[in-house]
């Protein structure tokens, strides 16, 4: 019997049984084995965030292939794999022109999940607060030498924090960077720019645990800096991109990386902008292109430059999924992962 963690309606969750369907072409039926917690899901828990219900969630997956559809060339039955949410498509403009970190449209399997006959949203398209789930094969990347409660976390949290300060940004040696939000994601940004070779990388968050656990994954200095040369807004507040333009520096970076709120905005004070040459680039998912960019983050971690089993504070089943979100919103976990 499979089992999932579906949204009914906003606010409201539940274990229910589910009826996976085997994969069409170009699919991937994937047996989960680790699946990270993800503040995104309880976005679209809180929210909605453009999922309609009823929505199963769970996007930062790593498991064992099942079966494959016809057509399937990069995976085969019995490979490890992690699970990313912005495979892209290949045929949308920017896919043709070369640039597929920019494609609008990542590539999804069709409606294969269902519960009680009802087709669910797959949160993100993956859907793995399960014990199987159906991708689109460029979904699946296969990692086959890092457990999977951390090899799980690059298909999300490690991309896009990592991704954000390689791929969006692209910090260059000698950088001085800022995060505001060290959770999960910001301590992946800090150890991004570890990875790049920055400066100083200043933590910032309203959490004095989170500026301690900053300190460990990298960051130099914890507070508010001056004069950057990046900064990574991971809450994603308006509050907090009126903080970020006011730390940077001339031809300074605004990365921003929270999912905002459907009816937040900000005043951008255009003179201000203009006099001091800034830019203000927004990461989704750091990016990333699963099928490139989890080979050299998982290298990264085979290599120590990159920690992996740090960000996973505690191991759950999937019936505590409700709990770990009351733990994320109280800040007590940097990365709760459910192993099935």
């Known amino acids: 019997m499979d089992r999932g963690i579906v949204v009914e309606e906003v606010g409201t969750l539940e274990l229910v049984e589910l009826e996976v369907e085997q994969?069409?072409?170009h699919e991937v039926l994937v047996r989960l084995e680790a699946t990270g917690v993800c503040h995104s899901d309880l976005h679209i828990l809180e929210t909605g965030f453009s999922h309609p219900p009823p929505v199963l969630l769970g996007h930062?997956?790593?498991?064992?292939?099942?079966?494959?559809?016809?057509n399937v060339e990069s995976v085969a039955v019995g490979d490890r794999v992690v699970i990313g949410w912005?495979?892209?498509?290949?045929?949308?403009?920017?896919?043709?022109?070369?640039?597929?970190?920019?494609?609008r449209t990542p590539a999804s399997a069709g409606p294969r999940v269902t519960a009680g006959g009802r087709p669910l949203t797959r949160a993100f398209g993956a859907g793995t607060f399960a014990t199987r789930t159906v991708v689109h094969e460029h979904a699946a990347v296969a990692i086959d030498d890092l457990p999977p409660e951390q090899s799980c976390l690059l298909g999300c949290a490690v991309a896009t924090g990592v991704g954000s300060v390689l791929e969006t940004a692209q910090v260059w040696p000698g950088a001085r960077v800022g995060v505001i939000g060290c959770g999960a994601v910001g301590l992946c940004v800090i150890q991004?720019?570890?990875?790049a070779g920055a400066e100083e990388v200043?933590?910032?968050?309203?959490?004095?645990r989170k500026l301690e656990t900053a300190k460990r994954f990298g960051a130099t200095h914890t507070g508010e800096g001056a004069r950057l040369d990046f900064v990574f807004d991971?809450?994603?507040?308006?509050?907090?991109?009126e903080q970020s333009l006011a730390m940077l520096g001339h031809a300074g970076t605004l990365v921003y990386i929270g999912l905002p709120h459907p009816d937040a905005s900000v005043e951008l004070p255009l003179k201000r902008a203009f006099d001091r040459r800034l830019r203000f680039l927004v990461s989704h998912g750091g990016?990333?292109?699963?099928?490139?960019?989890?080979p050299e983050l998982a290298g990264h971690a085979r290599a120590g430059r990159l920690d992996l089993g740090a960000l996973v504070t505690k191991t759950i089943?999937?019936?505590?999924?409700?709990h770990a979100f009351e733990e994320m919103r109280a800040g007590d976990v940097i990365r709760s992962v459910v192993v099935l």
Not at 60 to 70: N, Q
Not at 202 to 208: G, N
């Open 202 to 208: 200043h933590a910032i968050d309203l959490d004095e």
């Open 23 to 25: 994969p069409a072409a």
């Open 317 to 322: 089943a999937l019936d505590d999924v409700a």
């Open 192 to 195: 991004g720019a570890r990875i």
């Open 287 to 294: 990016d990333h292109v699963p099928a490139l960019d989890f």
């Open 234 to 241: 991971v809450v994603g507040r308006p509050e907090t991109v």
């Open 60 to 70: 930062e997956g790593a498991g064992l292939v099942e079966a494959v559809g016809p």
């Open 86 to 103: 912005r495979a892209p498509c290949g045929e949308c403009r920017w896919c043709l022109r070369g640039d597929p970190r920019r494609c």
